[in-house]
C-alpha cells in the first residue's frame, strides 16, 4: 500500500511540480492517530503526506484520517466530502464519530527515573544498538539500571589485525591498510578497502559499546542478526534466552537510509528502508511474548511528524512506528511504551556536512548526554511516559 501510493505521486510528479492542484491521501487508523488494531500497519501514508508538502510545493498535499468502521462506509464518505468542500486546508486532519481532529504538538515533562522499574533481573532487547546514537541510550540506561541487554545488528564482529595501528579516522585506517596490503604483495582495489576499513571500524565501535556497558554497570551480549530475517531472529531470540533469561524490554532502533525524491524513488529503496523498521518490528511482535515486556521504544524521527525531502520512505516507516505505539500501549497500559521522534543529533547520522547545513539554518542539534538523559527518563518512566515523544533539542535538554 505504501508503496504503491508512492508510486502513484511520483507518476504524478512532474504536474505537481508545476502546478497547484491538490492531492488528497486517505488512511484509516481510527480518526485520531491512535489506533487500537492492526490498522496501525496502515499508518504510514501521513509521513508521506508531509514530505511531498515538501518535495511539490506548489500543491496542496492533504492527508485525511478516517474511521470508516466507526462511521460505516456511506457515513463516513458523506464526512470525507463535508471536510473537503469545508475543512480548509490543514495538512493533517482525522475524521472519527468523536468529531474532527487536528493533531498538535504538546508540551509535556518526562517523569524522572521510576525506581525499581527496571533492574538487575531485566533483560532488554535492543535492535541497531550496538552503534551509533542508540548505543549512547542504551549506555545511559546500564548505568542507571544495571540491567543486561543483547544487542542485534546485522554486522559482524570483525576483529582488528595484529599489528595494524589503532584508529577511529576511517581515512588514516585506509591508508594503514593500504601500506599493510602493499607489504604484503597483495593488490586491493579501493572500493575493497573502503569495505575492509569500514568493516573493522564497525566491529571496534561493537566492542567498545559492549565494554562501556559493562562499565557502565550493565551486562551486554552482540548477537550478529538481521531483525528482518524471521529464521535469524529465531535463533537469536532462543540464544539469548538462554544465555540471558526472559526479554522483558524492547528498543527498537534499527534502520537504514535511502534518500531520493518522491520523483527518483523506487521500490527497492522502499523496500530497504522498510525492511529493518517495518520488517523488523513485525518479526519481533511475531516471536517475542509482548505481555513480559515493562518497556517498548522505537527510535522514530521527526521526519515522520513534519516530513522531510528525499525521505518519504523513512518518513512512512518511521510514521508506522508511531501509530503501532499506540496499538501496544492499548494493549499493555501498564508498560512504558513509547515512540521517540528524535531530531538530528550531534553526531550518528549527522556528519560533517549535515551539521554544516544544521547550524546554516539553525537548527540545534541534541547532544550525546542530552539525547541519552531523554531517553532513559521515558523508558524508565513507567505508564506515565508519553506514547509518541517529539525530541528536539530543548526536550532533550528539558
Given at each position: 500500500m505504501h508503496a504503491d501510493a508512492v508510486a502513484a505521486l511520483k507518476s504524478a510528479s512532474p504536474q505537481l511540480e508545476t502546478q497547484s492542484g491538490a492531492v488528497i491521501l486517505l488512511q484509516d487508523t481510527g480518526g485520531l492517530f491512535q489506533p487500537q488494531d492492526h490498522r496501525a500497519w496502515r499508518g504510514g501514508l501521513s509521513g508521506l503526506a508531509r514530505t511531498a508538502a515538501r518535495e511539490f510545493t506548489a500543491a496542496t498535499i492533504r492527508l485525511i484520517d478516517i474511521d470508516m468502521a466507526g462511521f460505516g462506509t456511506s457515513l463516513a464518505a458523506s464526512h470525507l466530502v463535508e471536510e473537503l468542500l469545508t475543512g480548509g486546508t490543514a495538512p493533517t486532519t482525522g475524521l472519527s464519530p468523536a468529531g474532527r481532529y487536528v493533531p498538535q504538538d504538546r508540551d509535556f515533562t518526562l517523569p524522572r527515573n521510576q525506581p525499581g522499574r527496571l533492574g538487575l533481573q531485566d533483560v532488554i532487547l535492543v535492535t541497531g544498538g550496538a552503534?551509533?546514537?542508540?548505543?549512547?541510550?542504551?549506555?545511559?540506561?546500564?548505568?542507571?539500571?544495571?540491567?543486561?541487554?543483547?544487542?542485534?545488528?546485522?554486522?559482524?564482529?570483525?576483529?582488528?589485525?595484529?599489528?595494524l595501528p589503532t584508529t577511529t579516522n576511517e581515512k588514516t585506517l585506509r591508508g594503514a591498510l593500504a601500506k599493510a596490503a602493499k607489504a604484503a604483495g597483495e593488490k586491493i582495489t579501493p572500493a575493497a578497502l573502503n569495505t575492509r576499513a569500514r568493516a573493522l571500524l564497525s566491529g571496534a565501535e561493537i566492542r567498545e559499546t559492549l565494554t562501556a556497558i559493562g562499565q557502565a554497570g550493565g551486562e551486554a551480549r552482540y548477537i550478529p542478526a538481521d531483525v528482518s530475517d524471521p529464521a535469524a531472529l529465531t535463533q537469536a531470540l532462543a540464544d539469548i534466552r538462554a544465555d540471558l533469561g526472559e526479554i522483558t524490554g524492547l528498543v527498537h532502533g534499527a534502520g537504514v537510509l535511502a534518500d531520493k525524491l518522491i520523483r527518483e524513488k523506487t521500490p527497492e529503496q522502499i523496500a530497504r528502508v522498510f525492511g529493518p523498521k517495518i520488517g523488523g518490528l513485525d518479526a519481533l511482535l511475531t516471536q517475542l511474548d509482548t505481555s513480559k515486556l515493562k518497556t517498548i521504544a522505537f527510535f522514530s524521527s521527526v521526519a515522520a511528524r513534519y516530513g522531510n525531502a528525499g525521505q518519504a520512505d523513512y518518513a512512512m516507516a518511521n510514521e508506522i512506528l508511531n501509530r503501532m505505539a499506540w496499538w501496544l500501549k492499548s494493549t499493555h497500559p501498564d508498560a512504558a511504551v513509547t515512540s521517540i521522534n528524535w531530531g538530528p543529533w550531534d553526531g550518528g547520522m549527522v556528519d560533517d556536512g549535515l551539521h554544516a547545513k544544521f547550524a546554516e539554518l539553525g537548527v540545534a542539534l541534541i547532544s550525546k548526554p542530552a539525547g541519552a538523559n531523554a531517553f532513559a527518563d521515558a523508558v524508565l518512566a513507567g505508564p506515565a511516559c508519553p506514547v509518541e515523544i517529539v525530541a528536539g533539542a530543548e526536550i532533550a535538554h528539558g
Open positions: 552503534r551509533g546514537v542508540t548505543a549512547d541510550c542504551v549506555i545511559e540506561l546500564a548505568r542507571r539500571t544495571g540491567a543486561r541487554f543483547a544487542l542485534l545488528g546485522r554486522s559482524p564482529v570483525t576483529p582488528w589485525p595484529d599489528g
